[in-house]
């Protein structure tokens, strides 16, 4: 038994040291960072203090950055929810060549470099792009819409990027529902909405509290779809955290508002985390 519990010690340690070296490590720096006075011709001073808090907490400026980002991964997880929950049905139902079809189209939008991907979305959404003329041509408006640098167009990108975050978990918690119980249903006279309502989605919300999870923390933090798709009209806190970082040099500061972005983003799974079971307890209940 010994041999055994130093073996899985061992097999462990590598992950620990992943895990210690690239998160634990600098989460702790960027603590103890965000308590350091500025610096005068350096990015951060020798001293500590409370200032940066203060200031974040105090300047609407701040948290209207913080609200844009919290009501845009908002939009992007319901979206991506609304879309990806019928593609996941669909893509549970299918095997053999359509399987891997599905498959490749799901996952095509992270086949593409980040960079290539937003650029392609500028060309699609410039005034003269095919976007407008599309819209022109069918005669739904009379001028070119601006859609470059919108909330909008940075909503429509990241549900284009994240939605295969929101379809696999789905379609797995889906292939898992048993069709017995399906079945089942149906020789008792369910009807196939009675059916969906009452057995397929309560066994596949893990698959949508899996989805919903991962797809908001990755858009909440999302910087280079806002930075470029966004522009300079809209400041997002990752955008924000970005320029105090690495435009004014001012570590101190952009170390605070990634600890504020990061506790709330925290905050925000965790009350969902708890009102998902919660709703799950009612169901099984």
């Given at each position: 038994?010994?041999?055994?519990?130093?073996l899985?010690?061992?097999?462990?340690?590598?992950?620990?040291?992943?895990?210690?070296?690239?998160?634990?490590?600098?989460?702790?720096?960027?603590?103890?960072?965000?308590?350091?006075?500025?610096?005068?011709?350096?990015?951060f001073?020798?001293?500590?203090t409370?200032?940066h808090?203060?200031r974040?907490?105090?300047?609407?400026?701040?948290?209207?950055?913080?609200?844009?980002?919290?009501?845009?991964?908002?939009?992007?997880?319901?979206?991506?929810?609304?879309?990806?929950?019928p593609?996941?049905?669909?893509?549970?139902?299918?095997?053999?060549?359509?399987?891997?079809?599905?498959?490749?189209?799901?996952?095509?939008?992270l086949?593409?470099?980040?960079?290539?991907?937003?650029?392609?979305w500028?060309?699609?959404?410039?005034?003269?792009?095919?976007?407008?003329?599309?819209?022109?041509g069918?005669?739904?408006?009379?001028?070119?819409?601006?859609?470059?640098?919108?909330?909008?167009?940075?909503?429509?990108?990241?549900?284009?990027?994240?939605m295969?975050?929101?379809?696999?978990?789905?379609?797995?918690a889906?292939?898992?529902?048993?069709?017995?119980?399906?079945?089942?249903?149906?020789?008792?006279?369910?009807?196939?909405?009675?059916?969906?309502?009452?057995?397929?989605l309560?066994?596949?919300?893990?698959?949508?509290?899996?989805?919903?999870?991962?797809?908001?923390?990755?858009?909440?933090?999302?910087?280079?779809?806002?930075?470029?798709?966004?522009?300079?009209?809209v400041?997002?806190?990752?955008?924000?955290?970005?320029?105090?970082?690495?435009?004014?040099?001012?570590?101190?500061?952009?170390?605070?508002?990634?600890?504020?972005?990061?506790?709330?983003?925290?905050?925000?799974?965790?009350?969902?985390?708890?009102?998902?079971w919660?709703?799950?307890?009612?169901?099984?209940?």
């Amino acid at each position: 038994m010994r041999r055994a519990a130093r073996l899985q010690l061992l097999l462990g340690l590598p992950a620990v040291a992943l895990i210690f070296v690239f998160m634990i490590l600098p989460i702790t720096n960027m603590v103890e960072m965000s308590f350091r006075t500025p610096g005068v011709t350096e990015p951060f001073g020798n001293d500590y203090t409370l200032m940066h808090y203060g200031r974040v907490l105090g300047d609407p400026y701040y948290w209207g950055a913080l609200g844009r980002s919290l009501l845009v991964a908002t939009t992007v997880t319901v979206l991506c929810l609304i879309v990806s929950y019928p593609v996941a049905w669909h893509l549970s139902k299918a095997d053999g060549l359509k399987m891997v079809i599905l498959y490749a189209l799901i996952a095509s939008p992270l086949m593409t470099g980040v960079l290539v991907r937003n650029f392609g979305w500028m060309i699609i959404a410039a005034l003269n792009g095919p976007l407008n003329q599309s819209l022109l041509g069918l005669g739904l408006v009379d001028r070119p819409l601006r859609l470059l640098f919108t909330q909008g167009l940075v909503v429509l990108a990241l549900v284009h990027v994240f939605m295969p975050f929101m379809v696999l978990p789905i379609n797995n918690a889906i292939r898992n529902i048993s069709p017995s119980l399906v079945e089942a249903a149906a020789s008792m006279g369910a009807s196939r909405s009675a059916t969906f309502r009452d057995i397929v989605l309560p066994l596949s919300f893990p698959g949508i509290q899996a989805g919903v999870t991962l797809v908001f923390v990755l858009a909440i933090a999302a910087y280079v779809t806002p930075a470029l798709l966004g522009g300079q009209m809209v400041t997002y806190m990752p955008t924000q955290i970005i320029a105090e970082l690495t435009g004014t040099f001012r570590w101190p500061l952009g170390s605070t508002l990634a600890i504020g972005l990061s506790l709330t983003t925290l905050l925000v799974v965790a009350v969902f985390t708890l009102a998902t079971w919660r709703l799950l307890d009612r169901v099984r209940a």
